[in-house]
Nanobody, 125 residues
Framework: QVQLVESGGGLVQAGGSLRLSCAAS????????MGWFRQAPGKEREFVAT????????YYADSVKGRFTISRDNAQNTVYLQMNSLKPEDTAVYYC??????????????????WGQGTQVTVSS
């Protein structure tokens, strides 16, 4: 499995930007598809974005398409989520997740076997 640590969350005004990072340890990172999920208070955890192990294939939730960009640096064992044009409804705890040893993307959180501790993103109006 992959061990994951997120960073980069914080408080930002609507329309602003943040970049989340997820540092991974373990030897399977470069062979693992990665995903970002989020969970707002009182709501279920939801899919945000995913990227294949080689970084070629990416997929986004409709709610963030055109505003968020997922990327990865396999040499640095890190995956990123660039968030632009943030809205108050983007407020949530954001989690990084890995499909250890599986290259292809998935949007179902049950397909992911490693999770970070989460980082809070708060967007004020």
């Amino acid at each position: 499995q992959v061990q994951l640590v997120e960073s980069g969350g914080g408080l930002v005004q609507a329309g602003g930007s943040l970049r989340l990072s997820c540092a991974a340890s373990g030897r399977t990172f470069s062979r693992s598809a990665m995903g970002w999920f989020r969970q707002a208070p009182g709501k279920e955890r939801e899919f945000v974005a995913t990227i294949s192990s080689g970084g070629v294939t990416r997929y986004y939730a409709d709610s963030v398409k055109g505003r968020f960009t997922i990327s990865r640096d396999n040499a640095q064992n890190t995956v990123y989520l660039q968030m632009n044009s943030l809205k108050p409804e983007d407020t949530a705890v954001y989690y990084c997740a890995a499909r250890s040893g599986y290259a292809s993307i998935r949007i179902d959180l049950r397909e992911y076997d490693s999770w970070g501790q989460g980082t809070q993103v708060t967007v004020s109006s």
